[in-house]
């Protein structure tokens, strides 16, 4: 194909190959060209093959072709038209290795605790290596600097000790002495820890551990640190700081009464027996008391009358409630700063016994709320007693954290018998055979009996199918023991000779894992209990039977009280802070 062009430096018409096309682009009205018609050439010049730059005059390194392009009128060399590939690789073309299972690469599946991942982790981090997970065999069994990994005996972060040597070379001394640790400010005070080095440069680098061991260096600090540990345990009392309010109006009525009196203008039946009259089974909620913020752990009656309710709590908070009358907070006994474990009155009502898992043991006036006494022995008291006896109301019994049972002479304040043979916490204390003797459980999943004042053990009840038993109530007619079986079931045992009566059994309730009080109504006929899931469930006492089942908290109900002169009326507590009245 060939067409006529015009030159800009000659007024000469010149004949040339319009190979791009250009000819077809319309100049500028400025410059029209002038074209000469030649004539069209002979069947002789017919080529087959299209015409091509025989030179690049532009000096061209890349060859920009257009989508529409069908045709390139240039000659590509051999060398570039066979050079590779340029640009990213084809994710999605052949394998790049043999053992590639994804698109990505290689992929194997490992399981490993998140304990050993960040041993791994840091051990890569700071020291540079970790171990390589894989399973292939032809994997590196090192990640990272092999020389390190040789050096340090290929040991992870975590098992990497100092040498004794290496410490004993650059062990920083400390400014001056360590101080008094009975001195806080000042001069002389004890730093400890805290005080400042000579070398601030220094430091112990980590290492393989030798094999050789150091023994004397070793004894010395322990012998240091146990003298410090020694000299700075003092103990703290904190008696004194315990604080009472009275919610009413007036401590006395118009007779000059107090709330210890019992309301016989308004229930006369108190000065009554209790147990005389025939109970039933209550239905319907009739009072709630509220005021804890958190979770009632136990609540007990006034000993006799009943016209009053001590309740202790999660909220390290006592409170005594009225019953027969308007039902308020009568007063808030605040002197424990960790939760209350468990409360219990005197027989007379005037005093009252708090312990806690603050490690205190206090004894309270009912009265005045005043705290008259505070005791300790540095372990948590799990549950607390009054000796039963009206000549021995001077004497406590506690069951501690550390598997004894501890007797207190109140008026010495010292410790004047333990019982020491359990292999677990003690939970319950309950007295037997005319306040003679005490039957304890344990975590260790026994039952033991004891004669007061007499630390060994007269009776030891154990079977590989008990479980831990932590609340125990005594029958009323004083025969009987009921004991919460952490296996969902009530197990009762004979209170003489303290064998298990395996005919009588009260399951259908579930209280695993909780410490829910078993109660009896006061005439023996029925037995009851709460459970997990916020029920109070009552079994009749001679067939065994479910009578009932009461729902009566969100939570558990842990605890529970019959009134002892009333027919229907009992008293729940639970987890969710409420105290309810029943009839």
């Given at each position: 194909m060939k067409g006529l062009s015009y030159a800009s430096d000659s007024d000469e018409e010149v004949a040339t190959d319009d190979v791009f096309g250009i000819s077809s682009i319309q100049e500028p009205a400025t410059k029209r060209q002038r074209l000469v018609e030649q004539p069209v050439a002979g069947p002789s010049n017919i080529s087959a093959a299209p015409n091509v730059l025989s030179q690049d005059p532009l000096k061209q390194t890349s060859l920009v072709t257009r989508p529409t392009d069908t045709q390139m009128k240039v000659n590509i060399t051999y060398e570039d038209m066979m050079a590779p590939v340029v640009g990213p690789e084809n994710p999605f073309g052949e394998r790049r290795f043999l053992n590639q299972n994804t698109l990505a690469g290689h992929v194997e599946e490992q399981s490993m605790s998140e304990h050993a991942f960040k041993t791994q982790h840091l051990t890569h981090h700071i020291l540079g290596y970790s171990a390589n997970p894989s399973n292939d065999p032809s994997a590196p069994r090192i990640i990272g600097s092999v020389e390190k990994a040789q050096a340090n005996g290929f040991a992870t972060i975590d098992a990497l000790k100092p040498s004794r040597q290496t410490k004993k070379e650059l062990k920083r001394k400390r400014n001056g002495k360590k101080g008094d640790v009975d001195v806080v400010e000042g001069e002389g005070a004890y730093v400890g820890p805290?005080?400042?080095?000579?070398?601030?440069?220094?430091?112990?680098?980590?290492?393989?551990?030798?094999?050789?061991?150091?023994?004397?260096?070793?004894?010395?600090?322990?012998?240091?640190?146990?003298?410090?540990?020694?000299?700075?345990?003092?103990?703290?009392?904190?008696?004194?700081?315990?604080?009472?309010?009275?919610?009413?109006?007036?401590?006395?009525?118009?007779?000059?009464?107090?709330?210890?009196?019992p309301p016989l203008a308004v229930a006369p039946h108190l000065s009554q027996e209790s147990g005389a009259q025939e109970t039933y089974i209550p239905k319907v909620c009739v009072h709630t008391w509220t005021g804890h913020t958190q979770g009632v752990s136990v609540i007990r009656t006034f000993p006799g009358t009943g016209h009053l309710l001590l309740s202790g709590s999660m909220d390290t908070k006592i409170k005594l409630w009225d019953v027969y009358?308007?039902?308020?907070?009568?007063?808030?006994?605040?002197?424990?700063?960790?939760?209350?474990?468990?409360?219990?009155?005197?027989?007379?009502?005037?005093?009252?016994?708090?312990?806690?898992?603050?490690?205190?043991?206090?004894?309270?006036?009912?009265?005045?709320?005043?705290?008259?006494?505070?005791?300790?022995?540095?372990?948590i008291p799990h549950c607390i007693r009054f000796h039963p006896d009206e000549d021995k109301q001077n004497i406590f019994l506690a069951g501690m954290s550390d598997k004894k049972i501890i007797q207190y002479d109140m008026n010495t304040a010292e410790i004047t018998q333990e019982y020491d043979q359990h292999l677990g916490p003690v939970n319950t204390i309950t007295?037997?055979?005319?306040?003679?003797?005490?039957?304890?459980?344990?975590?260790?999943?026994?039952?033991?009996?004891?004669?007061?004042?007499?630390?060994?053990?007269?009776?030891?009840?154990?079977?590989?199918?008990?479980?831990?038993?932590?609340?125990?109530?005594?029958?009323?007619?004083?025969?009987?023991?009921?004991?919460?079986?952490?296996?969902?079931?009530?197990?009762?045992?004979?209170?003489?000779?303290?064998?298990?009566?395996?005919?009588?059994?009260?399951?259908?309730?579930?209280?695993?894992?909780?410490?829910?009080?078993?109660?009896?109504?006061?005439?023996?006929?029925?037995?009851?209990?709460?459970?997990?899931?916020?029920?109070?469930?009552?079994?009749d006492w001679k067939t065994g039977r479910i009578k009932s089942r009461l729902k009566a908290h969100s939570k558990v109900v842990i605890a529970h009280e019959w009134l002892p002169h009333e027919t229907s009326k009992v008293i729940t507590a639970s987890w969710d802070g409420l105290i309810k009245l029943w009839d």
């Amino acid at each position: 194909m060939k067409g006529l062009s015009y030159a800009s430096d000659s007024d000469e018409e010149v004949a040339t190959d319009d190979v791009f096309g250009i000819s077809s682009i319309q100049e500028p009205a400025t410059k029209r060209q002038r074209l000469v018609e030649q004539p069209v050439a002979g069947p002789s010049n017919i080529s087959a093959a299209p015409n091509v730059l025989s030179q690049d005059p532009l000096k061209q390194t890349s060859l920009v072709t257009r989508p529409t392009d069908t045709q390139m009128k240039v000659n590509i060399t051999y060398e570039d038209m066979m050079a590779p590939v340029v640009g990213p690789e084809n994710p999605f073309g052949e394998r790049r290795f043999l053992n590639q299972n994804t698109l990505a690469g290689h992929v194997e599946e490992q399981s490993m605790s998140e304990h050993a991942f960040k041993t791994q982790h840091l051990t890569h981090h700071i020291l540079g290596y970790s171990a390589n997970p894989s399973n292939d065999p032809s994997a590196p069994r090192i990640i990272g600097s092999v020389e390190k990994a040789q050096a340090n005996g290929f040991a992870t972060i975590d098992a990497l000790k100092p040498s004794r040597q290496t410490k004993k070379e650059l062990k920083r001394k400390r400014n001056g002495k360590k101080g008094d640790v009975d001195v806080v400010e000042g001069e002389g005070a004890y730093v400890g820890p805290w005080g400042g080095w000579e070398a601030d440069g220094a430091g112990v680098p980590v290492g393989p551990e030798p094999a050789e061991e150091d023994s004397e260096d070793d004894e010395e600090e322990a012998k240091e640190a146990a003298a410090i540990k020694n000299k700075a345990k003092v103990k703290r009392s904190v008696f004194g700081q315990e604080t009472s309010i009275f919610h009413g109006k007036s401590l006395t009525d118009y007779q000059g009464r107090t709330y210890m009196s019992p309301p016989l203008a308004v229930a006369p039946h108190l000065s009554q027996e209790s147990g005389a009259q025939e109970t039933y089974i209550p239905k319907v909620c009739v009072h709630t008391w509220t005021g804890h913020t958190q979770g009632v752990s136990v609540i007990r009656t006034f000993p006799g009358t009943g016209h009053l309710l001590l309740s202790g709590s999660m909220d390290t908070k006592i409170k005594l409630w009225d019953v027969y009358q308007e039902g308020n907070c009568l007063r808030t006994f605040m002197g424990h700063h960790k939760a209350v474990k468990d409360v219990t009155f005197s027989n007379d009502g005037r005093r009252f016994l708090s312990c806690g898992y603050d490690r205190q043991m206090k004894l309270w006036d009912t009265e005045t709320g005043q705290c008259l006494k505070a005791f300790s022995n540095g372990k948590i008291p799990h549950c607390i007693r009054f000796h039963p006896d009206e000549d021995k109301q001077n004497i406590f019994l506690a069951g501690m954290s550390d598997k004894k049972i501890i007797q207190y002479d109140m008026n010495t304040a010292e410790i004047t018998q333990e019982y020491d043979q359990h292999l677990g916490p003690v939970n319950t204390i309950t007295f037997v055979d005319e306040n003679r003797r005490f039957i304890t459980t344990s975590d260790d999943k026994t039952m033991r009996a004891w004669d007061f004042d007499i630390p060994v053990v007269i009776k030891y009840i154990a079977e590989p199918d008990m479980h831990s038993m932590p609340a125990v109530t005594l029958h009323p007619s004083k025969k009987w023991l009921a004991a919460q079986s952490m296996d969902n079931q009530i197990s009762i045992y004979s209170a003489e000779n303290f064998r298990q009566n395996r005919k009588k059994r009260f399951a259908g309730h579930t209280i695993a894992g909780y410490a829910c009080q078993v109660g009896f109504s006061p005439d023996g006929k029925w037995i009851s209990s709460g459970d997990s899931d916020g029920n109070v469930v009552f079994w009749d006492w001679k067939t065994g039977r479910i009578k009932s089942r009461l729902k009566a908290h969100s939570k558990v109900v842990i605890a529970h009280e019959w009134l002892p002169h009333e027919t229907s009326k009992v008293i729940t507590a639970s987890w969710d802070g409420l105290i309810k009245l029943w009839d």
